[in-house]
């Protein structure tokens, strides 16, 4: 899963690190087909100002907010699962952005928006300081090169701002299967003074998250996965 790394206020006239490379890939005609039918109906333009997100999504409920996620699959099953909660997606990837919305129309999600752009900027300019449920940043890139390590998302300056957006007592969700970035991750979220872990180190795996085929492959070859869930202060 994909997106900019934060650079702190005074960067901010800078070029940031990004932790994702825009690649080509390859649009599938459903894609392509989602993309042009599903973006009026489930997009969200990018823009700097702040959403509306009861507007949005035509109710009051809570929102939960999931960064990079890849092709939709557990997106699209965790909205179908929680009709009564919103979730506003964010992926820079356009195949990904495709597979989700030609899910989404399938299944009539009225509970999911989508916004593809760089997660940092979102973040930043459209969410609004302590309007989310929850975030879920599942199996975000691991960037295994230690001379890519600056490009990891879940950095300090990252973690803040995203910490920010949570209302008291949300959530941030995070799930990786590299254990190195696990480490990196629990010891970033450990320090940073808005959250708090639910655990002693890191957290059973959520009912609510699905385990996807890619997933279960990797357990069954003996692959570890590790969940971290930690809540905003202050509820």
């Given at each position: 899963?994909?997106?900019a790394d934060a650079p702190t206020e005074d960067q901010s006239r800078r070029r940031p690190v990004r932790s994702f490379v825009l690649r080509?890939?390859?649009?599938?005609?459903?894609?392509a087909r989602a993309l042009n039918e599903g973006m009026p109906r489930f997009g969200v333009p990018y823009g700097e100002a702040l959403l509306d997100l009861p507007a949005l999504f035509g109710r009051q409920a809570p929102t939960i907010l999931e960064i990079g996620f890849g092709m939709g699959e557990t997106t699209a099953r965790i909205a179908a699962a929680h009709p009564e909660q919103n979730f506003l997606g964010v992926e820079v990837h356009t195949p990904g952005v495709g597979a989700l919305l030609k899910r989404a129309s399938e299944l009539g999600l009225a509970n999911l928006r989508v916004?593809?752009?760089?997660?940092?900027?979102?973040l930043r300019h459209m969410i609004a300081p302590g309007s989310l449920a929850a975030a879920h940043v599942f199996f975000p890139d691991p960037w295994p090169k230690k001379r890519h390590h600056k490009r990891r998302l879940l950095q300090a300056a990252f973690v803040h701002l995203l910490a920010e957006r949570l209302a008291p007592d949300a959530y941030l969700h995070v799930a990786t299967d590299w254990q190195d970035?696990?480490?990196?991750?629990?010891?970033t979220l450990n320090a940073e003074a808005l959250l708090i872990n639910t655990a002693?180190?890191?957290?059973?795996?959520?009912?609510?998250?699905?385990l996807t085929k890619f997933e279960q492959r990797?357990?069954?070859?003996g692959h570890g996965v590790w969940d971290l869930v930690f809540r905003r202060t202050g509820g």
């Open positions: 899963m994909t997106e080509q890939g390859r649009v599938s005609p459903a894609q916004v593809q752009h760089d997660a940092v900027e979102v970035y696990a480490q990196e991750i629990l010891a002693p180190d890191f957290a059973p795996r959520p009912e609510y998250r699905p990797g357990l069954a070859l």
